[in-house]
């Protein structure tokens, strides 16, 4: 694996690792998970929605992965949701829950941001309350991150989570929680998204591209354009995990 820093920004460092294809993301990005659960007394896991961590889930749902994950103990969370019903093939926890959480999970431990509230603000708003009864605390301590690991993808456009470029979201310090009105790439309805602070505190943060499709947003980001993924890293560590497909590396 070829690894080196993107770029040194205040507080953390990106590191990129390439890995031969997706399977290998998907292993190395399950190693992260659960070493990151192992060190923790109360694992708080932040997952992503989207396609790209879908094989992830899978491992992390099945053996030799399944069966180091202390499930009483640890607690899963999700970054960004389409606000839709859970059962919506769009939603985000809806597609964890179906490839492993509902499986291995006690239900209790699965923090869904809610979709029943009238409005994207009011679930923001019911989902930060959630988030800071977990945390016990209404204002984040940079010593004592909310979550242990966040998962990020990254979008064509360089979105991650449901933060879009320009979007008023992207310089809110205050809120955890914000609701998304108008989303700017497929699927095209309203969302629910953490926001950067709440999202950096993190022990790691970890972004998984891959494939071909990613190739020219991981350059754009590379390049250092100010596009949200960019701007999105942990308090702590910051790993982007990229497939030799994404990273434009030949075999
Ligand atoms: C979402 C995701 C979003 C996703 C990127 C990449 O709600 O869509 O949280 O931020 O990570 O769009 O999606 P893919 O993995 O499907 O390319």
């Not at 809806?94 to 959480?101: H, N, P, Q, R, S």
């Not at 022990?203 to 354009?225: D, H, V, Y």
Request: a positive charge; charged letters at 20%.
């Amino acid at each position: 694996m070829a690894a080196g820093d993107l770029t040194q920004t205040a507080g953390t460092a990106r590191q990129v690792i390439v890995t031969a294809d997706a399977d290998a993301l998907a292993v190395e990005a399950a190693k992260r998970v659960i070493a990151r659960i192992s060190q923790s007394k109360r694992p708080a896991i932040c997952l992503t929605g989207g396609t790209t961590p879908q094989r992830l889930y899978a491992l992390l749902g099945r053996a030799p992965f399944s069966s180091q994950i202390d499930w009483r103990r640890t607690h899963w969370f999700i970054g960004d949701e389409r606000f839709v019903p859970t059962n919506d093939p769009r939603s985000n926890i809806g597609a964890a829950k179906a490839i492993f959480l509902d499986r291995c999970a006690p239900a209790a431990n699965i923090h869904a941001i809610p979709t029943d509230p009238a409005t994207p603000h009011a679930a923001a708003q019911r989902y930060e309350r959630d988030l800071q009864d977990f945390y016990g605390a209404h204002r984040l301590d940079p010593a004592r991150p909310l979550f242990d690991i966040v998962l990020m993808g990254v979008g064509s456009d360089g979105h991650t989570a449901s933060l879009f470029p320009q979007a008023a979201a992207l310089t809110e310090r205050q809120r955890w929680v914000v609701g998304i009105e108008t989303a700017m790439l497929e699927p095209f309805v309203p969302r629910v998204s953490l926001t950067l602070p709440a999202l950096a505190s993190c022990g790691e943060m970890l972004f998984m591209l891959e494939g071909k499709t990613k190739q020219a947003i991981f350059k754009r980001i590379q390049a250092g354009e100010d596009l949200p993924a960019a701007r999105a890293r942990s308090n702590n560590v910051t790993i982007w995990l990229v497939d030799r497909a994404a990273a434009d590396q030949q075999p």
